[in-house]
Every structure is written in C-alpha cells, then in structure tokens.
C-alpha cells in the first residue's frame, strides 16, 4: 500500500456532509461529493437544457483499460453546491475511488495510519484522544471590533440568535436536553456524551429549511465543530432566495473592490 509523505485528508472530504467520500461522483464543473449528497443539489434548471453543461461525453466515450466510467442520470440538472454552476448528470470517480482504496493517512484522533476508504468507519467508533474545543475560543470571536463590522439587520439578527430566536438555539443530538446556542451544544457534549455513539443526525442542519431531518453525520461532534463555528443568523436572510442572496454579496463586494 502506498504511503505518500503527507496526505492532506481535506482533498478526500466532501464539501457538503464534511466526511471522507464515500461513493464519490463528480460534475461537469469537476467538484466531487459523496454520491448521497448529490440527492439534495438535483434541481429544475433555471436556464435552458442548451444553456447547461453536461458531464463532459470525451470522459465517458474513451475510457481506458483501467478506468470506464459512466454518466448517470443525463436528463437530471444538478446545481454544484461550491460553485452553483448547473450541470446535467454526473460521472463516478474512478480515480479519486482508486486514490480512496490505495494511499494511506493517519486517523485524526488516534494517528493509526489506515487506507483513506477505511478512515471514516474507523473515525466513528475512535474513543482515543478526542479533540476538545476550547469553548472560548468561540465566544472570542463575537467581541466588540467583531460586532462594530457588522451591518445593523447583522447586529439585530444575532440579537435575535442569542435570544433563542430564529435557529439558533438547539438540542442535543443525544438527549433532551435544549435550548442551547453552538458553543454551549459543543461543550455539553464534551462533557456529556464524547464516549457515546457519535452517528447522529446534526441539530443544526436539521433545523435549515435546505436540512434533512433524517441525515445520519458519522460523527456529529466532528460534524459541529468542522462545519458550524459561526450563526447563521448573523449571515443567513431566510426570507430571501439563493438568487437574491447571491446577488445581494456581489453587489456588497463591489462596493469595497
């Protein structure tokens, strides 16, 4: 088995579920994700069917010995979920797969060095050396200079999220217990359930009106700490749609380039 020098295992995560790809596929745009994460990007295109970019046939009509890949769904529209850019179908990554079952890199939390595709079973049931965040490090970032950057509907939305309104406030993922802000559900987790069975389904995501209720995160303490380390609120309109919303950060980022 392969051991290269350094692995960065960030190149075999995917962006959407924040875990190691499993059954990867890639767009025209050439993103990967995890092929169930692709169910939550299909949707009715905006523009024309010859407008969109198909998963490029060169990629599928030549196939080599070793790699054949196919296009699915050709007739379905996906929207890519880091660059939005609107494709139909969707090929198998074969070479990222063959990358998955060769090169190996350490488990984050115990350093057992293991083959990529193993990781993330392995990282689910790892109880060694769990990774503590530092609480404060959290509450940090919302401190006077931060606040002063923020827009009016910014500040008055987080005064919102701190009163338990609109999203911002959860509940464990392992017990009843609620009403807790992001920071205040990582630390109850860290001293309530670190060693219990750590697939759960997010709270957070759960509770997005792009969230599904049923998602199982391999390990939803990772999950948080990787993917949620700020409120929505201060950021998300949610009376606003994706185009409106894009339009809007382009039309601020102009403004200051």
Not at 60 to 89: D, M, W
Not at 163 to 189: M, W
Request: with cysteine; net charge negative; aromatic share 8%.
């Amino acid at each position: 088995m392969a051991t290269p020098p350094s692995i960065d295992l960030e190149d075999f995560t995917c962006s959407i579920c924040r875990e190691i790809f499993e059954n990867p596929v890639c767009l025209s745009c050439s993103h990967c994700f995890c092929h169930a994460c692709l169910n939550g990007l299909k949707k009715s295109p905006t523009s024309s069917s010859s407008d969109l970019s198909s998963v490029p046939q060169s990629q599928s009509s030549t196939p080599t010995l070793i790699y054949k890949p196919k296009v699915h769904e050709t007739n379905q529209c996906f929207s890519c979920a880091i660059c939005r850019k609107e494709s139909l179908g969707y090929l198998d990554c074969l070479d990222l797969v063959a990358d998955l079952k060769t090169l190996e890199a350490p488990c984050p939390q115990c350093k057992q060095s293991l083959l990529i595709c193993n990781l993330r079973k392995h990282m689910e049931q790892c109880t060694q050396t769990k990774k503590k965040i530092n609480v404060n490090d959290i509450k940090n970032i919302f401190n006077p200079d931060f606040l002063k950057q923020l827009s009016t509907p910014q500040v008055q939305a987080l005064e919102k999220a701190r009163e338990g309104e609109n999203r911002s406030t959860f509940q464990c993922p392992y017990c009843v217990t609620a009403n807790l802000v992001v920071e205040d559900l990582c630390k109850h987790i860290e001293e309530n359930h670190l060693n219990e069975e750590p697939q759960r389904v997010c709270p957070i995501c759960a509770s997005m009106p792009w969230g599904d209720k049923h998602k199982l995160s391999a390990n939803v303490y990772q999950h948080i700490v990787s993917r949620h380390r700020f409120s929505y609120e201060t950021y998300v309109n949610y009376d606003q749609n994706e185009d409106d919303m894009i339009a809007e950060a382009v039309e601020r980022s102009m403004l200051y380039y």
